[in-house]
């Protein structure tokens, strides 16, 4: 559902051709969604068969026809009426915390390793955010500076700072996981490490190979 209401967001902002829409979504690593291009198709065409959005034809490359797709009046107001109402949290799935929720078991070098990546990760991401939020604030994003076309320039100020705000959001929360994981490396490294024969060591490798026991 989220991806119908992230490609009205865009073509909301820049008409777009369904390629055009596949790349911006397969690249959206300086957005806040992202989707393979078989997904996009498909939702693009539940947006059009909805009339939600409505393509208008033009010539493409090689001589082929295309079309770009805006929202219909139906498609603004479903888009309103999702963006004034509040949607609980998806249930939680967080791959890094499942993972570390066994780190009492993993050798302390194994664990710190794999802490030390998720650092280097969101560190990168932090850089990625916090570009792009100045961006934001400069006006000068490709997305952005469509949607002001239509836009009253009055009205430029709000639109470009309530959107660098939501990467303020990403920011904090790449921050929090930087800060996180340097207290587990922290108290990993200060432990007792995991006893002999835990998950990950030679020992457990060995054992994991041994037929298994059988009840009496």
Known sequence: MSLRYALLQVLQASPMNGYRLARFFAGAQSWVWSAPQSQVYGALGKLREAGLVAGTPRPGENGLSTADYALTPAGEADLLAWLSTAHPEPPVRDAVALQALGFDTVPTGRAVAVLRAHIAEQEARLAEWTEHRAALL???????????????????????????????????????????????????????????????DAGAAVASTAPPERLA
Do not use: Y
């Not at 320039?153 to 930087?178: C, G, N, S, T």
């Open 138 to 200: 400069r006006r000068d994003t490709p997305l952005l500076r469509e949607r002001l076309k239509g836009q009253p320039p009055a009205a430029h100020r709000r639109i470009a700072e309530v959107k660098a705000m939501v990467f303020e959001r990403e920011i904090d929360l790449a921050r929090a996981q930087i800060s996180w994981a340097h207290r587990m490396i922290a108290l990993l490294e200060g432990l007792e490490p995991a006893p002999a024969g835990a998950p990950g």
